[in-house]
């Protein structure tokens, strides 16, 4: 047998075993490409998100003092009225200079001008071509002109284009329109206080005014200050339900297409800036905040009423001595009683009285959409100065506030904040005075219109329910009463359903011998001549003038037609 | 075969980017133009308004009044102003007034 030697070698190589992926050139180079790529595609992405978020981000408009706001001086929204015509209308104009430096053939030049503006005086132009570095050659252009003389291609020839204000109504809205320097920025009126919305503003800005009201009533207030020989006169045509102001005319007025430099106080805006003290046209007042208090009823009686009080050695009386001395309170109010007023607002006390009529806004400066607004004379209050207030001596305010503090009065006691430029925002109503203030009061100012012992019977024109109240006033001068007047008549129509607060104001008004007065209770009388200038014979009169003539635009135009 | 698929489907990709751009600058050209003459329309609207506005205020108005029609335009009486509706085929006329029945 053959035995065969074999020999098992055992080997350990499981130290020496190592698993390695077959590595190639092209897979480096793809790991790295695709390296590459990711980096790419990390910018790409940042940069996709930078974008994303820019396109995305909400123009900020920064406001603060060191941020400047780019305005576009070249540029002025349009003001409409409330039936969208034109008030300011903005137009460019191309004015034309030439700068002497830059011509090249002075006799070529001239020659071209001549044929495109015959008419000028070219002996003084070719001095100023010689003398001047640069001239204003013509101003406003027509646009026609501006392309002949833009062809003929000189370089000397340099157009600047500016902006002109047109004002097409003139004067009839100056006190609220205001005027613009030549720079372009408004230095009164909603120029001035709109003046930078005016500047970045695309659409025209639509302001609560009707034109057409608007030249009605300013017509009626220039013909009776003719009449009645008046330094001023205003007038403010409000709604009462939402603060809308129709109508407000100040006189005397300026064009401002005209752009002068006004200085004469006489031109203060009457309605707005004139602070008065506007007399028994605040006994509505101290009627309503009696009735706000339920202190009284329109028929709650006062016995024995005097002639004459006295406070701190002043006397109160009344202007009529045939007012009979027991009153009810709707009778003080009708025959504009001083003494009853006085005893009405001693009622009330003064905390309460002071009370209501801050309410109503008599007392502090307004906030109106124009700048220029008066700021009533701090009233230092106390017993005597309670019982002045109560028949409205002593204290004072603008005609725009007390045209306010009438609407709230007959609006059924909502506050109301009057306004010029129109806005879609709907009125919030938050009532202000208690215990049905407007349906006492109503009754009582209608018969003040309606009735004989009245002082207002020149405004009852038919078909329109007007009432209101009386004021007459002396003007007070350098800290003393004078002989001049401030007439005022507050109307509100129709007293069944308010709509509308009219108020005008003459300034020292004076009689005329020879006005005719047509009495509108159907009796046909006429009387000749004014005998008191006292707004019972001025302001009630121009009242039922202006009201006869805007009636029929305010029952068309702005009654809603079922 | 998918290469060339893939060829084909970025030139197609770049014929048709290429002709919707095209289109799209044409389209860009006509809002261009539409939009100058609305421009220049609306600044000739607004020059005739200015004027007609001008032309029709009411201080103009009485002007022309006295120069061409003398008595013939007259104020109206508020009770003079009827409304016509039509309600049901049946004209209605009613009176104008501010005052509440």
Redesign the interface.
């Known amino acids: 047998m053959i035995r065969k030697n074999k020999r098992i070698i055992l080997e350990d190589h499981q130290n020496q075993f190592l698993y390695k992926k077959k590595k190639s050139n092209l897979d480096i180079s793809f790991n790295r490409i695709a390296f590459i790529f990711f980096i790419f595609f990390i910018f790409f992405f940042i940069y996709t998100i930078h974008l994303v978020h820019l396109g995305s981000r909400k123009a900020k408009v920064e406001l603060n003092e060191n941020n400047t706001k780019i305005i576009n001086n070249n540029y002025r929204a349009d003001i409409i009225d409330n039936n969208g015509e034109y008030l300011v209308k903005t137009v460019s104009s191309i004015d034309i200079g030439i700068s002497t430096q830059k011509v090249i053939d002075k006799k070529k030049l001239i020659i071209n001008l001549k044929y495109i503006f015959p008419n000028k005086n070219y002996n003084e132009i070719e001095k100023k071509l010689d003398d001047k570095n640069f001239f204003w050659f013509e101003k406003k252009i027509s646009e026609e002109n501006y392309e002949k003389i833009m062809k003929l291609g000189d370089k000397s020839i340099q157009p600047e284009q500016k902006i002109i204000r047109i004002y097409p109504q003139k004067n009839l809205f100056s006190h609220i329109i205001g005027q613009i320097d030549d720079d372009n920025n408004g230095i009164s009126g909603l120029e001035k206080s709109l003046d930078e919305k005016l500047k970045n503003n695309q659409s025209p800005i639509k302001l609560t005014v009707d034109k057409d009201i608007q030249f009605l009533v300013r017509k009626e207030l220039i013909r009776f200050n003719k009449i009645f020989d008046s330094k001023g006169s205003a007038a403010i045509l409000m709604n009462v339900n939402n603060g809308k102001i129709l109508s407000l005319v100040s006189l005397p007025d300026f064009d401002p297409n005209k752009r002068e430099k006004i200085s004469d106080v006489n031109f203060i805006n009457r309605a707005t800036k004139g602070v008065y003290e506007f007399g028994s046209v605040f006994k509505t007042f101290t009627l309503a905040a009696a009735f706000s208090e339920n202190i009284i009823e329109p028929q709650t009686e006062f016995a024995n009423l005097p002639k004459l009080l006295t406070c701190a050695g002043f006397p109160i009386r009344e202007y009529d001595d045939k007012i009979p001395k027991n009153l009810t309170a709707e009778q003080i109010l009708i025959r504009s009683g001083n003494v009853g007023s006085v005893k009405i607002g001693q009622k009330i006390g003064e905390e309460k009285f002071k009370l209501f009529l801050s309410r109503i806004g008599l007392l502090e400066t307004i906030n109106f959409d124009i700048q220029e607004v008066g700021k009533p004379i701090k009233f230092n209050w106390g017993k005597c100065p309670l019982a002045t207030a109560s028949f409205g001596h002593g204290i004072t305010t603008t005609l725009l506030q007390l045209v306010k503090a009438y609407a709230i009065i007959v609006n059924g006691g909502y506050d109301v904040k009057p306004i010029i430029i129109n806005t879609d925002k709907k009125f919030k109503k938050e009532k202000i005075l208690k215990n049905d203030v407007s349906k006492k009061i109503l009754p009582i100012l209608r018969k003040i219109v309606t009735t004989k012992e009245g002082t207002a019977s020149l405004a009852n024109v038919k078909g329109y329910e007007i009432g209101g109240k009386t004021g007459t006033a002396q003007k007070s001068i350098a800290g003393s009463y004078s002989k001049k007047k401030i007439n005022t008549f507050v109307s509100v129509f129709p007293t069944s359903k308010p709509k509308y607060v009219l108020a005008v104001m003459l300034d020292e008004p004076k009689t005329n011998k020879d006005y005719v007065y047509n009495y509108r209770d159907g009796s046909n009388i006429k009387y000749k001549g004014t005998p008191f200038n006292t707004a019972g014979w001025t302001a009630v009169e121009v009242t039922g003038q202006i009201v006869e003539k805007i009636g029929p635009i305010l029952a068309t135009k702005y009654s809603e037609v079922n | 075969m998918i290469k060339l698929s893939v060829i084909f489907l970025i030139f197609s990709l770049i014929l048709t980017t290429a002709l919707v751009k095209n289109s799209t600058k044409r389209i860009d050209d006509e809002i261009f133009t539409t939009k100058e003459h609305i421009r220049s329309l609306k600044q000739d609207f607004?020059?005739m308004?200015?004027e007609n506005?001008?032309l029709s205020?009411?201080?103009k108005l009485n002007e022309f009044q006295n120069l061409f029609f003398d008595e013939e335009l007259v104020?109206?009486?508020?009770?003079q102003?009827n409304?016509i509706k039509l309600t049901n085929n049946q004209v209605i006329i009613k009176q104008?007034?501010?005052?509440?029945d």
């Open positions: 607004e020059s308004k200015l506005n001008y205020s009411a201080e104020k109206k009486d508020i009770f102003i409304m104008f007034k501010l005052i509440n």
